[in-house]
C-alpha cells in the first residue's frame, strides 16, 4: 500500500484517502475567523503568530470577511483558544462551547488613508454564467473553452481546504457524542467534479471506532451498550443523526436553517453553514456514497479528458435547466456523470475502462463488500492500462452530443459495469444501473418529458457543433472591443439557443431544411442583440 502511494505521488496523483488523510490533519489545525475588512493584515498575523508558525492563510468574503488561519502546530490552536474570549453580558446569553469558530475585534484598522483595506479574498463561488459565456467567446478553439470553462469552474485549493474545515469544526461537536468519530466530505467536494458553490455532503463515520467489526468473544470484555440495540440499522442512523442534528441546530455556530430529513431513503440532516456560504448535508452510514465518491475520484484522475467533458456537461445540463438545484424529476448531476463516463467507456478504444475490469484489478486490500453489494475495485493507478485514444476535446463533446442524440433510451439500460448498454430491467423512461447497488436506477427519479427535454437538447447541441457558424471563432477576439460574439460551447450555453425546441415532435415534422434555417435565424438575431 504504502509503495503505491509512493509510485502515484511522484506521477502527481493521489488516492483519494491519501487526500482525505492530509486535508482532514490540516483542518485540525485550523482555525475560522470572522474579521472585519478593514482588518490590517500584518497586525492580523503578528498577534496570531503569538500561538505558533502560520503554515497557510488566506481571506474570502461569505456575509462578512473571514479568514482560514493554519497553524503548523496542534498545540498553537489549543493555545489560541485558550486565551480566547466567551463574549457574554447581561443582556446575552451564550453556550460556552469553544468552537474553533472565532470572531477579531478591534486589533487596529489599516490606515484610513490607505483606502483599500489590502485584504485579497480569494472566490468562493463561481463567475455568472453570462461573464463564463463571454471569456469562452474570447478562447480561439473548442479545446480551450473546454478547458477554460474546467478551470473556472472546478474547486480551488482555498475552497477544498475550507470545506474539510468546515467538517472538522462538526467533528468538534459531534465528537460530543461520539469521541472517535470523523466527519468526511464526500461527493463533489471531493469526486473531482465539483464546482465552487457546490453543496457541501458530509458523513459522519463511526466506523473507526475501535472493536466495531471485530467478532464477539466467547469470554472476555464487549461494549454493555451493545445491548441497547436498534430495529434496524436504519434507525440507529436515524436516531444518530436526529441528536446530532439537535446539537448542530442548538450549539453549531454559524449553523442555521437546520432541517432533520430522516425519513428519506438515505437519511440527512441539512442546514446552511453561514461563515462559509455552503449549503451542507450530513449523512450517516452510506458507506456506498464514499465508495461512489472514490470511483469517480478515480475515473476523473485516470485521463484529464473526463473531468473536463462532465465539467462541461454538468455547466451546459445546468444552463438549459436540465438540472436543479431543487430535487424533482430532473436528470442528477450524479447521472449525468455517470452518462459521460459511458459514453467514455464507448469510445475507441475506450477512454476509461469498464467497473467490472477496475474490479479484477483489485487486491486483496481493495476488497470491499457493503450491505452485500460488491464495491471492489482497484485502489493502485499503476495497475491500470489505459489504451491510447487521442481525440480532442471538441471531437469528444460534439461526439457525447451524438451519442445521446441517438441512444436507444427507450430499451436499454446504462451500465457502466459492463461498460455496454444493457436490456431494461424495469420499466422507466431513462434506466442508469447504480455502479455498486446494481438493482437499483440511479435516475430513477427522472420522468418522461425531462428525458424527451435531454434528449431535444442534445440534439441541437450536436447539430450547432456541426455548423460552421457556431464551430469558429466570430470576431471579437483576444483583445477585442466590446462584448465578444459567443461561439462553439459559448453558444451552446446561450439558453434561448435552444429554447426554439418546445417539441421535439413539432420539430421532427419539420423538413430539415426549414429547422436549419430557424436556427441559423435564431443564432442571428441573437447576436445581433448582444451587439446593440
Ligand atoms: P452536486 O450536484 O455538485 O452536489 O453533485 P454530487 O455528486 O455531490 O451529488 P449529490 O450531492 O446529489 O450526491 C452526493 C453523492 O451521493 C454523489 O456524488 C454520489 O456519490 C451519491 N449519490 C447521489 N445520488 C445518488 C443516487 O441516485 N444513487 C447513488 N447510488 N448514489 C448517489
Ligand atoms: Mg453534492
Not at 467534479?193 to 458530509?202: A, R, V
Not at 454559524?254 to 446552511?272: D, E, S, T, Y
Not at 418529458?449 to 466570430?474: G, H, I, K, Y
Not at 459559448?490 to 439558453?495: D, E, F
Amino acid at each position: 500500500m504504502a509503495s503505491s502511494l509512493l509510485s502515484d505521488e511522484k506521477n502527481g496523483r493521489k488516492s483519494l484517502h491519501t487526500l482525505h488523510m492530509e486535508r482532514q490533519e490540516q483542518a485540525e489545525r485550523s482555525v475560522l475567523i470572522s474579521c472585519q475588512s478593514s482588518t490590517n493584515e500584518k497586525k492580523f498575523l503578528k498577534y496570531l503568530s503569538k500561538h505558533g508558525e502560520i503554515n497557510k492563510y488566506f481571506f474570502y468574503e461569505s456575509y462578512g470577511v473571514y479568514a482560514v488561519v493554519e497553524f503548523a502546530n496542534q498545540e498553537s490552536v489549543t493555545s489560541l483558544l485558550e486565551g480566547v474570549a466567551i463574549p457574554g453580558g447581561i443582556h446575552e446569553s451564550t453556550v460556552p462551547f469553544k468552537s474553533r469558530l472565532l470572531s477579531l475585534r478591534n486589533l487596529g484598522s489599516v490606515d484610513s488613508s490607505n483606502q483599500l483595506s489590502g485584504l485579497q479574498c480569494q472566490p468562493q463561488t463561481t463567475i455568472p454564467i453570462n461573464e463564463l459565456i463571454k471569456t469562452l467567446s474570447r478562447e480561439q478553439s473548442i479545446d480551450k473553452q473546454i478547458s477554460s470553462l474546467t478551470e473556472a469552474y472546478q474547486l480551488t485549493e482555498e475552497n477544498s481546504r475550507l470545506r474539510f474545515l468546515i467538517c472538522s469544526l462538526l467533528k468538534d461537536i459531534a465528537t460530543a457524542y461520539f469521541p472517535e468519530c470523523t466527519i468526511k466530505p464526500f461527493g463533489s467536494s471531493v469526486n473531482g467534479f465539483g464546482k465552487l458553490g457546490c453543496d457541501l455532503d458530509m458523513l459522519l463515520d463511526l466506523d473507526s471506532i475501535t472493536g466495531r467489526n471485530v467478532k464477539l468473544p466467547k469470554s472476555g470484555l464487549s461494549l454493555e451498550y451493545q445491548m441497547k440495540r436498534a430495529n434496524s440499522e436504519r434507525a440507529v442512523t436515524q436516531s444518530i443523526l436526529s441528536v446530532i442534528g439537535e446539537c448542530v441546530d442548538q450549539f453549531g455556530p454559524g449553523c442555521v436553517g437546520v432541517q432533520k430529513i430522516l425519513n428519506a431513503r438515505c437519511p440527512l440532516v441539512r442546514f446552511a453553514h453561514q461563515p462559509s456560504g455552503f449549503q451542507c448535508d450530513l449523512t450517516a452510514n452510506n458507506r456506498v456514497a464514499m465508495k461512489s465518491t472514490e470511483l469517480l475520484y478515480l475515473y476523473g484522475e485516470l485521463d484529464p479528458r473526463v473531468r473536463s467533458l462532465v465539467f462541461t456537461v454538468r455547466c451546459w445540463a445546468r444552463a438549459h435547466g436540465v438540472t436543479s438545484s431543487i430535487p424533482g424529476a430532473w436528470i442528477t448531476n450524479f447521472s449525468l456523470t455517470v452518462m459521460v463516463l459511458f459514453f467514455l467507456q464507448k469510445r475507441s478504444p475506450p477512454i476509461i475502462p469498464t467497473l467490472d475490469h477496475l474490479r479484477d484489478l483489485a487486491g486483496p486490500a481493495d476488497k470491499s463488500v457493503i450491505e452485500g453489494n460488491d464495491c471492489t475495485f482497484v485502489s493502485d493507478f499503476n495497475k491500470i492500462q489505459l489504451q491510447s485514444n487521442t481525440e480532442t476535446l471538441e471531437q469528444l463533446l460534439g461526439e457525447f452530443f451524438e451519442f445521446y442524440a441517438t441512444f436507444p433510451f427507450s430499451r436499454m439500460s446504462i451500465n457502466i459495469r459492463k461498460g455496454k448498454e444493457q436490456n431494461k430491467p424495469e420499466v422507466a423512461p431513462l434506466h442508469i444501473q447504480n455502479p455498486f447497488e446494481t438493482s437499483l436506477n440511479v435516475s430513477k427519479n427522472v420522468n418522461a418529458s425531462q428525458l424527451d427535454r435531454f434528449v431535444a437538447l442534445v440534439q441541437e447541441s450536436a447539430w450547432l457543433l456541426q455548423q460552421s457558424e457556431t464551430s469558429t471563432p466570430r470576431g471579437g477576439g483576444a483583445g477585442g472591443e466590446g462584448a465578444p460574439t459567443p461561439w462553439g460551447l459559448a453558444s451552446l450555453l446561450l439558453p434561448s439557443q435552444v429554447a426554439g425546441i418546445k417539441s421535439r415532435k413539432k420539430r421532427r415534422r419539420e423538413p430539415a431544411s426549414e429547422r436549419i434555417k430557424g436556427l441559423l435565424e435564431s443564432l442571428k438575431n441573437k447576436n445581433q442583440l448582444k451587439k446593440s
